[in-house]
T-cell receptor, first 113, second 111 residues
Framework: EPEVTQTPSHQVTQMGQEVILRCVPISNHLYFYWYRQILGQKVEFLVSFYNNEISEKSEIFDDQFSVERPDGSNFTLKIRSTKLEDSAMYFC???????????FGQGTRLTVV | QKEVEQNSGPLSVPEGAIASLNCTYSDRGSQSFFWYRQYSGKSPELIMSIYSNGDKEDGRFTAQLNKASQYVSLLIRDSQPSDSATYLC???????????FGTGTRLQVFP
């Protein structure tokens, strides 16, 4: 069964460092998303990406965040200068079409120290 | 008012019983509704989607939607200990990208 693949599974970084989280979407899916979940809290939307551009973003997704699909397969989330409060699980999700089911990857646990 | 509300639980049911999980939402423009299961430390796993009023059944799971009451529920029949997890309700407005999640209801199924 096709699945969304995320790497790394766990990343520890020092405050102020840049991190790149990677996702390989399900092959025929066109809509890509990043969500995050701070420990003990709800899953929160960060950004959606379609046709090589951002289609929607939340207030959380400020100038420190960026997304791209550099090689037509990987979908990446970059955090330029990490803060302690960026520590969370980051989930990539993909969907075949708008308004269809989104399937989540296994997540990357980001720990900022 | 929270956009998507769920009772945090835990909801404890005996093995073999029916578990009933409820969710209310505030945005009347919501058009798509989803139930995800999340085991501790894992990612959300899609269980059911429902788009129109009424019931939708898939195996032991039944999703129920009432748009007039802004209410969506998930019934799990013949509950198993492996069903023990947090169940997340998520809603989406038509033609928007983002899922709005509730905080989830923790279900415990005891033998």
């Amino acid at each position: 069964e096709p699945e969304v693949t995320q790497t790394p599974s766990h990343q520890v970084t020092q405050m102020g460092q840049e991190v790149i989280l990677r996702c390989v979407p399900i092959s025929n899916h066109l809509y890509f998303y990043w969500y995050r979940q701070i420990l003990g809290q709800k899953v929160e939307f960060l950004v959606s990406f379609y046709n090589n551009e951002i289609s929607e973003k939340s207030e959380i997704f400020d100038d420190q965040f960026s997304v791209e699909r550099p090689d037509g397969s990987n979908f990446t989330l970059k955090i330029r200068s990490t803060k302690l409060e960026d520590s969370a699980m980051y989930f990539c999700a993909t969907a075949r079409q708008l308004n269809t089911e989104a399937f989540f990857g296994q997540g990357t646990r980001l720990t900022v120290v | 008012q929270k956009e998507v509300e769920q009772n945090s639980g835990p909801l404890s049911v005996p093995e073999g019983a029916i578990a009933s999980l409820n969710c209310t939402y505030s945005d009347r423009g919501s058009q798509s509704f989803f139930w995800y299961r999340q085991y501790s430390g894992k990612s959300p796993e899609l269980i059911m989607s429902i788009y129109s009023n009424g019931d939708k059944e898939d195996g032991r799971f039944t999703a129920q939607l009432n748009k007039a009451s802004q209410y969506v529920s998930l019934l799990i029949r013949d509950s198993q200990p492996s069903d023990s997890a947090t169940y997340l309700c998520a809603v989406k407005r038509e033609n928007t990208d983002k899922l709005i999640f509730g905080t989830g209801t923790r279900l415990q199924v005891f033998p």
